[in-house]
Structure formats: structure tokens, C-alpha cells
């Protein structure tokens, strides 16, 4: 008997969310490992279902994989659950599908709800290119390295945050990011379901006048190509034409494709790049 994984999505908020193939996968596999059982046991007995559970946490992740992978590798097929959502995304269920990976365990994923996606859809920023980042890192050092990262990403970016912790992170995204457009989701999927597009500085205003409630999801502008070009241009200025080359030499590029570079970059013909560097144009072209 071969057992196996099964990643089973469960709903962020309306129950209807759930696909039917996740009931039916949690009905016939032989165990559930579940974040939070008293949670879950709701959600299995809004539909009928009778499967045993196990609690599968951030405190237990690499021991209770162990446990879980030879209970598959004897034959039993096991469902993966967490409180909401997608189990695996910014989650300890992570650990246990690298585990079935190394061990040989096949994976199969049924999906369904997941915050981060929900949020982008609603946002009304970009979505063809995006980067998630989940929860920032409560240490502070780490916490700064990543912020630091974040300035200068280009695409739109996915955040959890804990009510809270909220005004901090709006604050420090405020700080390192400068005034970003930023749209603010809470109880997706809910009743209540709250969208907000704003922008760092507003979002930050409201908060420190009202409390936050509920857990948020954060989606951020990313960086325009305009100011990346801008900030570009500005290096440059403070550059040689030799130090400019330079830069491109460093990365592979041959002298001649590094002057055309140099050259594209200030807006001027090659001829000015050659005088600035003391070269003679048909000297260059000999070298061909």
C-alpha cells in the first residue's frame, strides 16, 4: 500500500468557499493533520465529516512530520488542513511537504482559498507581477534587512498583519517605503468583508484614530520603474564615465558593448563616451 499527502485548502471565512472535492478527500482519507483541531472539528462537523484528527503546529512541525511520514510510508493517506486558507503558504505545513519530498511520500494539492490571492484580486494594484510576503519578522534586525529589500521592489507586494501590530508596520512602511499606494483587506470573504485602497499615509492617519480589528492583509505598490530610472540616472550623475563603464565591466559586459551601455544610459552618441575616455573612435573599431 502506498499512503500519501493530501493538501486540502479550507475556506478564509464563508464556508461555501470549500470545493467539493476537498469534503470528499476529507471524508475518505484515513487521518486529518490539522493546525488547530477545536477549530477544525467546526468546520468537519458543518459537513458531516467523521475522519480522526491530529494537531499539526508550528511548536510540533518537524517531530509530528517524522510521526506523520511513517504513518504514510505503512500505507495511510493524510489530509493537511490549517485554520483558513491554503496550508503550506506562510505555514508550518511547509516543513511536512519538504518532508514527503525527501522521503519519497507523494504530494497532491487540492486548491481552494487563500488569502493573499483573494486580496490581490481585490486590490485594484497590478497583478501580473507580485511578491508575497507573509508576516514581516518579529526580530528587529531581520525585520529591518527585509524592510530594506522591499524599497526597492518593483512589483506589488502581499502582507499579513496582526491587528495589533498594524499602525507599527504602516508606520515603518510609511518610513523606509516613502507615501505608497496600499489597499487594506480585512474579514475577506465575511459579512463584513472591508476593502480599503488608500494610500501609507491615510491608512496610517485612520489607525491612529481607529482601532484595527481583525486580521489584516496588506497590498502594497510597488516601486515605479520611473523612480528606479530616476534614482538611476541620479548614481550615474555622480559617476565618471569610467566609473559608469566600470559598473557594466564588473558584470561581464566586453569594453565596446559597456561604452554603447554608458552611452544609452547618459543620452549621448558614442563619439562623446570615446572623447570622454580618451579614445579615438577608429581606434575602437580596429579592435572589432
Known amino acids: 500500500?502506498?499512503?500519501?499527502?493530501?493538501?486540502?485548502?479550507?475556506?478564509?471565512?464563508?464556508?461555501?468557499?470549500?470545493?467539493?472535492?476537498?469534503?470528499?478527500?476529507?471524508?475518505?482519507?484515513?487521518?486529518?493533520?490539522?493546525?488547530?483541531?477545536?477549530?477544525?472539528?467546526?468546520?468537519?462537523?458543518?459537513?458531516?465529516?467523521?475522519?480522526?484528527?491530529?494537531?499539526?503546529?508550528?511548536?510540533?512541525?518537524?517531530?509530528?512530520?517524522?510521526?506523520?511520514?511513517?504513518?504514510?510510508?505503512?500505507?495511510?493517506?493524510?489530509?493537511?488542513?490549517?485554520?483558513?486558507?491554503?496550508?503550506?503558504?506562510?505555514?508550518?505545513?511547509?516543513?511536512?511537504?519538504?518532508?514527503?519530498?525527501?522521503?519519497?511520500?507523494?504530494?497532491?494539492?487540492?486548491?481552494?482559498?487563500?488569502?493573499?490571492?483573494?486580496?490581490?484580486?481585490?486590490?485594484?494594484?497590478?497583478?501580473?507581477?507580485?511578491?508575497?510576503?507573509?508576516?514581516?519578522?518579529?526580530?528587529?534586525?531581520?525585520?529591518?534587512?527585509?524592510?530594506?529589500?522591499?524599497?526597492?521592489?518593483?512589483?506589488?507586494?502581499?502582507?499579513?498583519?496582526?491587528?495589533?501590530?498594524?499602525?507599527k508596520t504602516l508606520k515603518e512602511l510609511r518610513e523606509v517605503l516613502g507615501d505608497r499606494k496600499i489597499t487594506l483587506c480585512r474579514e475577506l470573504t465575511k459579512r463584513f468583508e472591508t476593502v480599503m485602497p488608500t494610500t501609507l499615509a491615510e491608512a496610517l492617519a485612520y489607525y491612529e484614530k481607529e482601532e484595527p480589528r481583525g486580521e489584516y492583509v496588506l497590498v502594497l505598490e510597488g516601486k515605479s520603474f520611473q523612480a528606479l530610472r530616476r534614482e538611476e540616472i541620479a548614481a550615474w550623475e555622480e559617476m565618471t564615465v569610467r566609473e559608469h563603464m566600470a559598473c557594466y565591466e564588473a558584470r561581464g559586459m566586453d569594453a565596446k558593448s559597456a561604452m554603447k551601455q554608458v552611452a544609452k544610459d547618459r543620452g549621448v552618441g558614442k563619439r562623446e563616451i570615446y572623447a570622454c575616455l580618451h579614445i579615438k573612435e577608429d581606434d575602437e573599431n580596429d579592435g572589432e
Do not use: W
Not at 118 to 136: H, K, Q
Not at 148 to 158: F, H
Open 1 to 167: 500500500m502506498e499512503g500519501s499527502l493530501y493538501i486540502c485548502a479550507t475556506p478564509i471565512g464563508n464556508l461555501q468557499d470549500i470545493t467539493p472535492r476537498v469534503i470528499e478527500t476529507l471524508g475518505t482519507v484515513d487521518l486529518i493533520a490539522a493546525e488547530d483541531t477545536r477549530n477544525s472539528i467546526r468546520l468537519l462537523s458543518h459537513f458531516g465529516i467523521h475522519t480522526p484528527m491530529t494537531s499539526y503546529h508550528e511548536y510540533n512541525k518537524v517531530e509530528k512530520a517524522q510521526k506523520l511520514i511513517r504513518q504514510m510510508q505503512e500505507g495511510k493517506k493524510i489530509a493537511l488542513i490549517t485554520d483558513a486558507g491554503t496550508p503550506a503558504i506562510s505555514d508550518p505545513g511547509e516543513v511536512l511537504v519538504r518532508m514527503c519530498h525527501e522521503n519519497h511520500v507523494p504530494v497532491t494539492s487540492l486548491p481552494g482559498a487563500s488569502a493573499c490571492i483573494t486580496a490581490l484580486t481585490l486590490s485594484g494594484l497590478s497583478t501580473r507581477r507580485f511578491s508575497f510576503e507573509g508576516f514581516l519578522p518579529s526580530e528587529k534586525k531581520e525585520r529591518r534587512a527585509v524592510l530594506k529589500e522591499l524599497e526597492e521592489e518593483s512589483r506589488t507586494m502581499v502582507l499579513y498583519e496582526a491587528p495589533h501590530h498594524l499602525v
